[in-house]
């Protein structure tokens, strides 16, 4: 059964103390990896897609990679606005997303 | 393009009430997603349109809902005889199916709350 585990549930870093969250995956025929984040009471908001192992993406400051089995977002230097729950998701076949319980970010200022 | 539109935004509702919530997906999208999303979990899906086909049902859809795409625009999704358990929510995403990866658009959902 395909499966998403993000770590830790929350984070709580000082503004500029830089952080990374984790997304463990496991999915058969893996066709993409999706980041979104997601501000309290509105809709996921896309950040990246990762296609294959080895790939990297960078949008300010943030920063996903991708492995086999997992994806890594750093966020360097983090501000107050970078506050909110982050998002992995896995796209088998058929097109559905399949999400893992998001890491909620508090950066304190 | 102006995004993904869902309504209402909230719903407060009474146990055993019918509930219906609409979902406007970016034109020229040829998929439509349902999501629900409890507080402090990631988005389960929940079915899925491909024009007005609906192409997969997940085991969480009982039989008290059901979703309709007629014309394969814009999207309903029903709740018959609501329960507590059914508070939460409802997203609604689309796409462009190109044949491989497609990116998901999300609304800002609908907060259900059943009293």
């Known amino acids: 059964e395909d499966q998403v585990t993000q770590s830790p549930e929350a984070l709580r870093p000082q503004e500029g103390e830089s952080s990374s969250l984790n997304c463990s995956y496991t999915?058969?025929?893996?066709?993409?990896l999706f980041w979104y984040r997601q501000d309290p009471g509105k809709g996921p908001e896309f950040l990246f897609t990762?296609?294959?192992a080895g790939e990297e993406k960078e949008k300010e400051r943030l920063k996903a990679t991708l492995t086999k089995k997992e994806s890594f977002l750093h966020i360097t230097a983090p501000k107050p606005e970078d506050s909110a729950t982050y998002l992995c998701?896995?796209?088998?076949?058929?097109?559905?997303?399949?999400f893992g319980q998001g890491t909620e970010l508090s950066v304190k200022p | 393009d102006t995004g993904v539109s869902q309504d209402p935004r909230h719903k407060i509702t009474k146990r055993g009430q019918n509930v219906t919530f609409r979902c406007d997906p970016i034109?020229?999208?040829?998929?439509l997603y349902w999501y629900r999303q409890t507080l402090g979990q990631g988005p389960e899906f929940l079915t899925y349109?491909?024009?007005?086909?609906?192409?997969?049902k997940s085991r969480l859809l009982s039989d008290r809902f059901s979703a309709e795409r007629p014309k394969g625009s814009f999207s309903t999704l029903e709740i018959q005889r609501t329960e507590q358990g059914d508070s939460a929510m409802y997203l609604c995403?689309?796409?462009?199916?190109?044949?491989?990866?497609?990116?998901?658009?999300f609304g800002s959902g609908t907060q259900l709350s059943v009293l």
């Open positions: 034109s020229e999208h040829n998929r």
């Open positions: 990762l296609y294959s």
């Open positions: 998701a896995v796209q088998a076949q058929g097109g559905k997303l399949i």
């Open positions: 349109f491909q024009n007005e086909a609906q192409l997969e």
């Open positions: 995403a689309s796409s462009f199916n190109r044949g491989h990866v497609e990116k998901l658009f």
């Open positions: 999915v058969s025929g893996l066709r993409g």
